[in-house]
């Protein structure tokens, strides 16, 4: 193939395309993630987030939080279109501050998960899970 | 030129890269109590062909694995409820529900997805779990058909396939059966479509390895009804080969055309040995 | 409503006072995300489930605020304290505001 000037330009266009979704994405999160904190530092102590480290399928992810003490726990799925995922809220009759449930990620990226601490502190976790293409799918 | 483009990409999808992933060793138990069979010795089916047979719980991952092993995980059950349900609804001209004849699913059903295709005498044919049901439903009950492949089949399938969950897969090959099981298994071997691939070129030849990030396994049906996570819900046999032999670029056969008839029948006598497990989850 | 909807609730039955008891719950819900299309290139509408909640005799075991990124049948999985004998009470509430409840009764042991 001989590269001319047009198809160089049509290729920037589409990588600048492909770039461009998840820095969308990522700085959605990042807005999320102002609005829950307000913008407080935050530690990465007192919080684990359990996901797999390679997703069969991206449809249904199993993933687990944990954060002893926390009123509320925020998951974020930075690579998808919208990053919300959940917010679970502890009541007093929470036995543990900690809760499973089963995820949509539309590719390979970090899932993240912030802990809103009684004392006002927030804590986060982040997890790589990459997202395989099946080989058939039929 | 194309055609030789296309084979050399999947081949080389199946080659390439970490090509052999060993089945994870496991165990499958069901509820805390139900002991399945998932990696057993070749019956005499398979003799010369597989050196071991393995269900396809094994090629999956460790937190799909862990979906089936408990009822109220495994999101398959949410259709043999439903099932359940449908189980005792009157339905048809007779005014009979299938626990009209049939009494408790569990008692009655116990055993059945085992020994299913079977030969049916009155009729003088192979038929799968889901021609009987819609035998019993047009005959007994003088209902409608179910859509072959349809979710109302499915779940029923399903629920029927449940009470024989642990049991041993025991399909007959000979007899009056004799004759569909030599077609099942020569489209087992027939090279179909645009990729000129059979059944065996995958599942015989290559299980264990990755076909892109997919991890082959040996097609094994004991787990049908299976629930994927990829479309979230039910998939019948029938629906599964008719996706394999269309990604072969084929045209395919029909769900319930005698050509799948006779294939599942082949393809479930491949797995005798291995326990029912259906529904399962699969990717 | 979504069709078939149909809550599930896994709790013990019986429970010692100050008991911490783990509850599985899936609802059976296609969690239509609004990022789909359909077969003419229309935009599928959002329904979803967008919230959870578990109750101990009036009092919150957990609240969940629900995105479309939480797969078809929504499940989870927490852990909650058992005070007293009483009942869960378990609600979904609907994009079309249709709610779905479940109680279940626990006795002590």
């Known amino acids: 193939m001989t590269l001319t000037r047009r198809s160089v330009m049509v290729m920037g266009a589409g990588a600048f395309v492909a770039f461009g979704l998840p820095m969308r994405a990522t700085a959605a999160a990042e807005d999320r993630i102002a609005e829950f904190t307000g913008g407080a530092e935050m530690g990465s102590e007192g919080i684990t987030l359990t996901a797999p480290e390679i997703a069969e399928n991206g449809n249904t992810v199993p993933i687990e939080v944990d954060a002893p003490g926390a009123e509320a726990i925020l998951v974020l799925a930075t690579g998808n279109p919208t990053p919300g995922v959940a917010e679970f809220k502890f009541g007093p009759l929470a036995g543990s501050q900690s809760a499973s449930t089963r995820i949509r990620l539309a590719g390979t990226q970090d899932v993240v998960a912030i802990a809103k601490m009684k004392d006002g502190s927030f804590a986060k976790a982040s997890s790589n899970v990459k997202v395989t293409i099946g080989g058939c799918g039929g | 030129m194309k055609r030789t483009a296309a084979i050399t990409a999947l081949l080389g999808a199946i080659t390439a890269g970490a090509a052999w992933a060993e089945p994870a060793e496991d165990k499958l138990t069901i509820n805390g109590e139900i002991e399945m069979t998932t990696w057993t010795e070749p019956s005499a089916v398979v003799e010369g062909a597989l050196p071991e047979v393995i269900s396809g719980w094994h090629f999956r991952g460790t937190e799909t694995r862990a979906m089936q092993s408990d009822d109220f995980d495994n999101p398959g059950m949410i259709f043999v409820e439903d099932a359940m349900a449908a189980w005792d609804e009157v339905e048809g001209e007779a005014g009979k529900s299938c626990a009209s004849c049939h009494g408790d699913v569990e008692d009655s059903m116990k055993g059945v997805r085992a020994v299913y295709p079977k030969w049916n005498e009155t009729a003088g044919e192979v038929r799968t779990l889901e021609m009987q049901v819609n035998a019993c439903r047009t005959e007994n009950m003088q209902a409608e058909p179910l859509k072959y492949t349809g979710t109302d089949m499915t779940s029923m399938v399903a629920l029927i396939s449940s009470v024989s969950r642990g049991l041993p897969v025991n399909v007959a090959t000979d007899g009056p059966v004799a004759e569909t099981w030599e077609q099942g298994k020569k489209l087992y071997y027939t090279r179909t479509g645009q990729l000129e691939l059979s059944c065996a070129n995958c599942h015989e030849d290559n299980y264990g390895r990755m076909i892109r990030a997919d991890h082959l396994s040996q097609g094994q049906i004991n787990g049908f009804p299976v629930y994927r996570l990829k479309n979230t819900k039910l998939n019948s046999v029938h629906a599964r080969f008719k996706g394999c032999v269309r990604d072969t670029r084929a045209e395919t056969y029909k769900p319930g055309s005698p050509e799948f008839v006779a294939l599942e029948l082949y393809v479930a006598s491949r797995g005798n040995g291995l326990s029912v497990e259906g529904p399962s989850v699969r990717n | ?109």
Not at chain 3, 36 to 60: A, L
Not at chain 3, 84 to 103: C, I, L, N, Q
């Open chain 3, 1 to 109: 409503m979504a069709d078939n909807v149909r809550p599930r609730v896994k709790a013990p039955r019986k429970a010692k006072a100050g008991e911490v008891v783990t509850i599985k719950t899936l609802i059976s819900h296609p969690m239509e995300s609004g990022q789909r299309k359909d077969k003419d290139g229309n935009t599928i509408p959002r329904s979803i489930i967008h919230r959870f909640t578990c109750e101990y005799n009036g009092e919150m075991v957990v609240d969940v605020a629900m995105e479309p990124a939480i797969s078809t049948n929504p499940y989870f999985e927490f852990e909650a304290v058992v005070p007293d004998a009483g009942d869960f009470k378990f609600t979904w509430y609907d994009d079309d505001g249709s709610v779905y409840e479940e109680t279940k009764s626990v006795a002590l042991a």
